[in-house]
């Protein structure tokens, strides 16, 4: 088999994605697409140079809709990151991420492509919602990193804190990708112990620390890129090997009737299931919350001309 995976979108994070596939040697052959046809190849020729370093090959496409019917997955990272609103509010990308979807989306269809399409650009859960209204697909197809990036982010914290290693920590941030998401701290472990049986934390500081981690690299760099390209590789990884790895997505919740951040087992199909979480009421009533705040958000997105 030929490990095909389509990049849509190849800036700071595309790019990253697209480096983090080859010096992994996770495909055989990677597409990559950008509206600035012009960036997409001088990026491909840059990652065709690192080969000759490398133990494994990847072959590299450029801007060629009709290689993606061969695809696995699809990463879509494709937008405008100078439009996030000021305090690094994603929703300040909802009018030039629904460009780009509307833009790609006949594009996408018409490739005859048949994988599993996976959305980084913002808002993302909202974008998940979006494309899977566009394209009527099955829904198990169409997911997004949604908290999976803030779940990072709560590990880092929590590591930091109680002075362990960030991969010993377990458990989910949930939720919108924005500032509706919250820590399910009742998921939350280190190894196999529950971060309850630590003493006294500061819950709110920690919390506050993820969902606030994009913002303080935002802030100066002006862009993110390591953890989210690192994310959707592992996302991509697990699909394309049909490894039934459980991560935090924005898919589809049937009892919440939208896409949003909750675990979801994926495999080659795309979302395989979804892990039945014990949260607690409060934890419950944050969760609907933030599912009001998408689909809010989403009717913001679905009224733009
Ligand atoms: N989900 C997450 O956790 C997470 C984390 C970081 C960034 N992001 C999001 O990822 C997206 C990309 O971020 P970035 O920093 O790479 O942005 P960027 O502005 O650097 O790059 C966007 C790229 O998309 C291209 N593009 C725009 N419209 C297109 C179209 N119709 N077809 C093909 N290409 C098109 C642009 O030419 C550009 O190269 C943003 O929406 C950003 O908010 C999400």
Redesign the pocket.
């Known amino acids: 088999m030929t490990r095909t995976v389509g990049i849509?979108?190849?800036?700071?994070?595309?790019?990253?994605t697209a480096y983090t596939m080859v010096t992994k040697g996770l495909a055989d052959r990677l597409i990559l697409?950008?509206?600035?046809a012009d960036?997409?190849a001088a990026e491909a020729l840059d990652l065709a140079d690192a080969q000759a370093g490398l133990p494994t090959f990847t072959q590299l496409i450029v801007n060629d809709y009709a290689a993606l019917a061969d695809a696995e997955v699809v990463i879509f990272?494709?937008?405008?990151?100078?439009q996030?609103a000021a305090g690094g509010d994603?929703n300040g990308?909802i009018a030039?991420?629904k460009?780009?979807?509307d833009?790609?989306a006949p594009q996408l269809a018409q490739s005859g492509f048949a994988g599993v399409l996976i959305?980084?650009?913002?808002p993302?859960d909202v974008a998940v919602n979006y494309w899977q209204q566009l394209l009527g697909w099955k829904r198990q197809r169409i997911l997004?990193?949604?908290t999976?990036?803030?779940t990072y982010r709560m590990r880092r914290a929590v590591a930091e804190k109680l002075g362990v290693n960030l991969a010993d920590v377990r458990g989910y941030n949930l939720g919108e990708?924005g500032a509706s998401q919250f820590t399910a701290w009742s998921t939350v472990y280190i190894n196999s112990t529950a971060i309850t049986a630590y003493g006294a934390l500061d819950y709110a500081a920690l919390a506050e620390a993820s969902r606030q981690g994009?913002w303080q690299i935002f802030k100066t760099k002006h862009?993110?890129?390591y953890?989210?390209a690192t994310?959707a590789c592992e996302m991509a990884a697990a699909v394309i090997s049909d490894a039934r790895r459980v991560f935090p997505c924005a898919c589809w919740d049937e009892t919440a009737g939208i896409s949003i951040g909750h675990p979801a087992m994926l495999g080659r199909a795309g979302v395989l299931s979804n892990p039945e979480l014990a949260l607690t009421a409060a934890e419950k009533t944050q969760y609907q919350h933030s599912a009001a705040t998408i689909k809010a958000n989403l009717a913001t997105m679905q009224a733009l001309p």
């Not at 990272?77 to 100078?82: M, V």
């Not at 959305?119 to 913002?122: A, F």
Request: overall charge negative; hydrophobic content about 35%; charged content about 20%.
């Open positions: 849509i979108g190849i800036g700071h994070v595309g790019v990253t697409i950008d509206k600035q960036r997409a990272a494709a937008g405008d990151i100078s996030v994603r990308e030039s991420t460009l780009a979807i833009e790609v959305d980084i650009s913002n993302c997004g990193t949604g999976g990036l803030d990708h994009g862009y993110t890129n953890g989210i994310i």
